[in-house]
């Protein structure tokens, strides 16, 4: 847990004298905690779903719906292009990244959990708003706060589970809003399979159920300790160490708490705090984990898939009821991934899984590619068999991505930033990701449509480009204590050229503090 490593000075190195145990008070807050994710991956599935239901497209898109059923050469790749109906799903997106500089100031000044209840509220209205919608204007209107909603929580949630967990088992309870993301796009796709068969008004039902996880998220966190660091950083020292005892289940937090309070020292003195993330010693943070690894978890394609499998399977000549079972199996897919990355995490690290997973997608895109490029676009549905591989293919991609960039992508840039600028650097975060999310769903339809099969070849090429921005960038930060993530960047061969350059930088500080010493 501790908190992160804070600019002004060489806090931390007390790890080893950490003590404290798996308590229920603290299970019990990392399960109301990770339930924010479920809000993002509710969303995601029950969108897709939706999207592809003629009830919906009858209503809303009777365009796209006539295009739908027709079965004509040109209309193979063509049949979901339209830009008013992607902006029904990059508008969530869009209202998100706007939303999560207005969270960060929350998250700083008033807390995580205050964050997570303000989005847990809006995610609640935009749910009743779009279930009551009568034309588009109150689907986008609803889709906007639903978009309030997840720029919250995604700020708030990562921070929340990375700070309030051991260090040793950091990785695991961060993943936990994977996990919940992907139950939340799984329980979605189950919903859609059946809404589907509830005329006219069952898309209605599968929209309005996000409020039921909004509602179970903010009565829960009616009771969710605030985290020690939070605390800490707002002055509540008394309240912190007692939150702190309690979750670790003993008296004896003195040397973590002491991390605490030194981060949080050095973080009230440093100024401008958006400023400083363009500082050397802070370049690693930066160009990792607030522009590279959320943009490229948006640019592997999977979110594509996420938002439109029902659609992609209908394209691909799947009727809408076996389109809809299938993104259940691709939803049960990135679940079992996620299982699989919660256990490994910590034992193999963040940078095998990422490696593993690049070599995995990379071959997945490259099979449905050549498939499509062989037996589609000719007016005419695929067999049985080709069909069958294709869904293989798909869920091989699907499960990887679950072990990797899905969970890895939120957990390595919150255990990356000092104290002082984890609100804000969570900030850029989701702004990035969030942009990339909306601009890829807004995007990826018209790119079917002109690319066709070479859109999965241009998603493979940027995963090699990703897997080599991890191998040569990344250092391996599994069990390693956030306040003491800083010493990577000093030993890595390329980082250390360009931190040590910043006179500020707390490997100097450190050094110019010795020297005085023994003066």
């Avoid at 919150?414 to 975060?429: D, K």
């Amino acid at each position: 847990m501790a908190g992160g490593f804070a600019g002004g000075g060489a806090a931390g190195g007390r790890a080893e004298f950490y003590e404290g145990k798996i308590t229920g008070y603290f299970i019990l807050a990392c399960i109301v905690g990770s339930f924010g994710g479920s809000l993002f991956g509710y969303d995601l599935g029950v969108s897709s779903g939706v999207t592809s239901m003629d009830d919906f497209l009858k209503k809303f898109f009777p365009d796209v719906y006539h295009r739908k059923q027709a079965h004509l050469h040109e209309t193979d790749y063509c049949k979901y292009d339209n830009q008013v109906l992607t902006l029904f799903t990059s508008s969530l997106y869009f209202a998100g990244l706007v939303s999560t500089f207005g969270a960060s100031y929350v998250t700083k000044r008033r807390g995580r959990r205050a964050s997570i209840m303000v989005g847990a509220t809006s995610f609640f209205l935009g749910g009743a708003i779009n279930a009551a919608a009568m034309n588009i204007a109150m689907l986008i209107v609803g889709r906007v706060l639903l978009g309030v909603g997840i720029g919250f929580g995604n700020q708030a949630v990562p921070l929340y589970l990375s700070e309030i967990a051991p260090y040793r088992i950091r990785g695991a309870v961060n993943q936990l809003f994977q996990l919940t993301t992907c139950l939340g796009i799984l329980v979605a796709d189950v919903i859609n399979y059946f809404t589907d068969r509830l005329h006219p008004w069952g898309w209605r039902l599968s929209l309005g159920l996000a409020m039921g996880p909004a509602t179970a998220i903010f009565v829960g966190a009616l009771f969710l300790p605030e985290t020690p660091n939070s605390l800490v950083e707002r002055g509540h020292l008394e309240e912190a160490r007692r939150v702190l005892e309690k979750v670790r289940g003993t008296h004896k937090v003195d040397a973590e708490f002491e991390d605490l309070k030194e981060a949080s020292e050095a973080a009230r003195a440093v100024k401008g705090t958006f400023r400083n993330l363009l500082a050397a010693r802070n370049r690693p943070q930066l160009i990792i984990g607030a522009l590279g690894i959320p943009a490229f978890q948006q640019l592997s394609g999977m979110n594509s898939i996420l938002f439109y499998s029902p659609v992609i399977f209908q394209s691909l000549g799947f009727g809408s009821s076996a389109a809809l079972y299938s993104s259940i199996i691709t939803g049960s897919m990135l679940v079992v991934g996620a299982l699989v990355s919660m256990v490994s995490v910590d034992r193999l690290g963040r940078r095998f899984l990422f490696i593993e997973a690049g070599v995995q997608m990379i071959l997945s895109m490259v099979v449905v590619a050549v498939i499509l490029a062989l037996k589609f676009g000719h007016g005419e549905e695929l067999t049985k068999g080709v069909s069958t591989v294709l869904v293989v293919a798909i869920c091989l991609f699907v499960v990887a991505y679950g072990w990797s960039w899905g969970p890895l992508g939120w957990l390595v840039p919150s255990e990356l930033f000092p104290l002082e600028m984890r609100s804000a650097g969570q900030s850029v975060v989701v702004c990035v990701n969030l942009f990339w999310t909306a601009a890829v769903a807004q995007c990826f339809l018209a790119a079917l449509c002109h690319l066709r099969w070479g859109v999965f070849v241009l998603f493979a090429a940027l995963i090699v480009v990703m897997s080599i921005f991890v191998i040569v960038l990344l250092p391996e930060t599994k069990q390693v204590p956030i306040e003491e993530i800083w010493m990577l960047f000093d030993r890595h061969w390329y980082w250390k050229r360009i931190v040590r350059k910043d006179p500020k930088y707390p490997g100097n500080l450190h050094q110019q503090h010795q020297e005085m010493a023994r003066a």
